[in-house]
Nanobody, 119 residues
């Protein structure tokens, strides 16, 4: 059974930092690209960042230069280091990956970790 379990969220002041973690199990973590996706209150899902199995990374313009995605394949863990946080970064942050097997794709999500940026 696939499981994605996020942790590390919380309340932080503007300009502060947090590091999110996502522990994965039930699939071969090292072979899949992983994403962080967020949902702000009253808004839709927003893709934040992606890292492929080889470590290549991409970022949404809204977080580029402030957030860093990384992974530890030995620990089956995905990270998101968030610096210079802004109130508009307030959201539930989800760990995500898409599995494609025999022509069928399926999305897997964690339960999310709440990040609140407020003074």
């Amino acid at each position: 059974e696939v499981q994605l379990v996020e942790s590390g969220g919380g309340l932080v002041q503007p300009g502060g930092s947090l590091r999110l973690s996502c522990v994965a199990s039930g699939f071969t973590f090292s072979t899949y690209a992983m994403n962080w996706v967020r949902q702000a209150p009253g808004k839709g899902l927003e893709w934040v960042s992606r890292i492929n199995g080889g470590g290549g990374t991409t970022y949404a313009d809204s977080v580029k230069g402030r957030f860093t995605i990384s992974r530890d394949n030995a620990k089956n863990t995905l990270y998101l280091q968030m610096n210079s946080l802004k109130p508009e970064d307030t959201a539930v942050y989800y760990c995500h990956y898409k599995s494609v097997q025999s022509g069928f794709s399926r999305d897997f999500w964690g339960r999310g970790s709440q990040v609140t940026v407020s003074s």
